[in-house]
């Protein structure tokens, strides 16, 4: 049985969705009632990192939300989630990687100033740095997405589930996709799918 820690309203939602698709039995520990130092002290049991999200699948233990979700995708959906050629795989992992060094940075830290660094500690300036980073990989998607449905053609795979989870956070943000419409088209797509209202939505 494949076991998920880490509370909805974290980066194991993007686990959960990934688990919704492949349509597995899984149990979700949210831990939601556990104080961080408690969380941190049984996660730590999972993962070294003591953070969330982490995984057991049988004896294997994983932690890091993009490692998860491409090893679920690997193990459990080798023809859709995760494309059946080498060259597709490939281009799984580039935009897989893309989402987090690209993508996710900027967007926590419009997170962390909009909902932690408030009062004396916000600050604009990186506000603007954010967002004048942020543009150039919402740049990249849109013309990947000019003609064509998903990232890596018409199938919806693990590659469009990991950019669009990290997107997703843009909408507690007020952070629009107008001047992107391919992107914006692509993320209502993608978040209009059964999977991914099962694994919480938006929140």
């Known amino acids: 049985m494949i076991r998920l820690y880490g509370p909805l309203n ?94 996710e940075p900027p967007i926590v830290t419009l997170f962390m100033q909009k909902f932690v660094h408030t009062g004396k500690n916000h600050s604009e300036g990186a506000v603007k740095a954010a967002k004048k980073i942020l543009a150039d990989p919402l740049e990249t998607l849109d013309k990947q997405l ?3 449905s998903y990232l890596l053609g018409d199938q919806f795979t693990a590659a469009d589930l990991l950019c669009v989870s990290v997107l997703d956070m843009l909408g507690r943000l007020e952070f629009g996709l107008d001047p992107w419409p391919n992107v914006h088209k692509w993320v209502i797509s993608c978040t209009s799918r059964p999977a991914y209202e099962r694994a919480g939505g938006s929140g």
């Open 10 to 103: 974290s980066r194991a939602r993007r686990c959960l969705w990934m688990l919704e698709e492949l349509a597995i039995p899984y149990e979700h520990v949210p831990m939601d009632d556990l104080s961080r130092e408690q969380r941190r002290e049984k996660i730590s049991k999972v993962a070294l990192t003591g953070k969330a999200p982490a995984m057991e699948d049988g004896s294997l233990k994983l932690f890091e939300s993009a490692a998860i979700n491409l090893y679920l995708a690997a193990k459990y959906d080798d023809r859709e989630l995760w494309p059946a050629s080498q060259a597709d795989r490939a281009r799984a992992l580039q935009w897989a990687f893309f989402a987090m060094t690209e993508l």
């Open 146 to 148: 000019k003609k064509r």
